[in-house]
């Protein structure tokens, strides 16, 4: 099954996708289950489908406006160097364990919402990536039960502002600007996905192919990033690990391609669908 996070009238709420456009969930399943993240953690996807059997949509497309698939993740935990040639793009050495950092929530927008480009730089570039949200939690989360973890996956646009992101050798500056990363259009559930390491990722750049690669690609696959990140830190449900981007990101091109106002940027994963967002300037957010 497909599930969104979406605004509609000045009120956040979450949803199922079927023919047509969305059955609204919002305070259906439960009183106090109003956020996807929520319906996560109470264990209620489930309950969800069965709501959700034989029911036409509440809400049409044009009824909604998307969210990032989870609002409001406690963490979101991002791998950076993850696709060999990207690594090799970069000059990072071969490493013996992921490289993790971190974003913020608010550093986040929805499908179709316009990727904010700051104004202190002209050096934003894109980021395709494949985003995990986990559904059971756990510390020392072996990597053979991982996959067990996690209730689905989505899209994800980690969008980095580069010159910021190496004022020192921490990335955090320049991954957590405000509107920079998109995420969404909506999480596909593990059942629907099957093997995740069958599915294609593409990056576009005003419809031109920037990025294309297969998740199989993965240095740390999935499995590995989530017994790894769960030894450090305890995961709870509803929080995102990003899972990395392929070569081919703007910095590193001859001559380097950044983002600007006006471009459109897509990023495609097999049945995960197709996020899609303008960028816009800050000074005219």
């Keep these: 099954m497909k599930f969104l996070s979406f605004l509609r009238e000045g009120s956040s709420g979450f949803g199922v996708v079927v023919d047509g456009g969305v059955i609204d969930l919002t305070g259906r399943l439960s009183g106090e289950v109003v956020t996807l993240r929520q319906a996560i953690a109470a264990e209620m996807l489930g309950a969800a489908a069965d709501y959700a059997s034989g029911r036409h949509p509440d809400l049409g497309w044009s009824d909604i406006t998307f969210l990032p698939v989870i609002p409001d993740p406690a963490k979101i935990l991002c791998i950076g160097l993850n696709y060999q040639k990207h690594k090799q793009e970069t000059g ?18 929805g499908h179709r919402q316009a990727m904010i480009k700051p104004g ?92 294309d690669a297969k ?15 769960s030894t450090f830190t305890p995961l709870a449900p509803g929080d995102v690990i990003v899972s990395g981007t392929p070569g081919g990101v703007g910095d590193k091109r001859t001559p380097p391609v950044y983002l600007f106002p006006g471009d459109t940027v897509e990023v495609e994963i097999g049945c995960l669908g197709t996020l899609r967002n303008p960028v816009m300037g800050e000074d005219a957010v």
């Design 120 to 211: 202190v730089s002209e050096r934003f570039d894109y980021e395709g990536e494949m985003a995990v949200i986990m559904g059971r939690g756990g510390r020392n989360i072996p990597a053979e039960t991982a996959l067990g973890h996690v209730a689905g996956y989505a899209c994800y646009n980690e969008g980095s502002v580069r010159d910021w992101q190496r004022h020192t050798f921490l990335f955090t500056p320049g991954k957590t600007f405000p509107g920079t990363g998109a995420f969404g259009p909506y999480m596909v559930t593990t059942d629907e996905v099957g093997d995740y390491t069958r599915l294609p990722i593409q990056t576009r750049l005003n419809g031109e192919v920037m990025q």
């Design 92 to 109: 990072r050495p071969d490493v013996e364990y992921p490289t993790v950092f971190t974003r913020y929530a608010d550093s986040q927008v």
């Design 215 to 229: 998740l199989s690609d993965l240095i740390f696959p999935v499995e590995q990033l989530i017994a790894y990140c």
